[in-house]
Nanobody
Framework: QVQLVESGGGLVQPGGSLRLSCAVS????????MCWYRQAPGKRRELVAD???????NYGDSVKGRFTISRDNDKNTVYLQMNSPKPEDTAVYYC???????WGQGTQVTVSS
């Protein structure tokens, strides 16, 4: 079956950096739109970034210029590089196969000094 496993979350200081990974199995990864979402306490889940099969990227307004989504089709993995994070980036981050009900379990990111 399809599995998505996120890793790389944790505590990071404002202005630091963190890289999230999402390993995908059970599906032909290179054919998929891949997405990162996040959900902060008391807030709705929101799209952070997505990347097409051809590598075209799209970002939420709040992370443009700071976060970078990328993919490695040989490793069946999608990444989210978080640079200059802010406290308001604190959330559980989820990867998703775009347009599907396939989600990872989530990884907590806390931005705090």
């Amino acid at each position: 079956q399809v599995q998505l496993v996120e890793s790389g979350g944790g505590l990071v200081q404002p202005g630091g950096s963190l890289r999230l990974s999402c390993a995908v199995s059970g599906v032909i990864f290179r054919t998929l739109l891949m997405c990162w979402y996040r959900q902060a306490p008391g807030k709705r889940r929101e799209l952070v970034a997505d990347i097409t099969t051809g590598g075209r990227t799209n970002y939420g307004d709040s992370v443009k210029g700071r976060f970078t989504i990328s993919r490695d089709n040989d490793k069946n993995t999608v990444y989210l590089q978080m640079n200059s994070p802010k406290p308001e980036d604190t959330a559980v981050y989820y990867c998703q196969v775009g347009g599907s009900h396939h989600w990872g379990q989530g990884t907590q990111v806390t931005v705090s000094s």
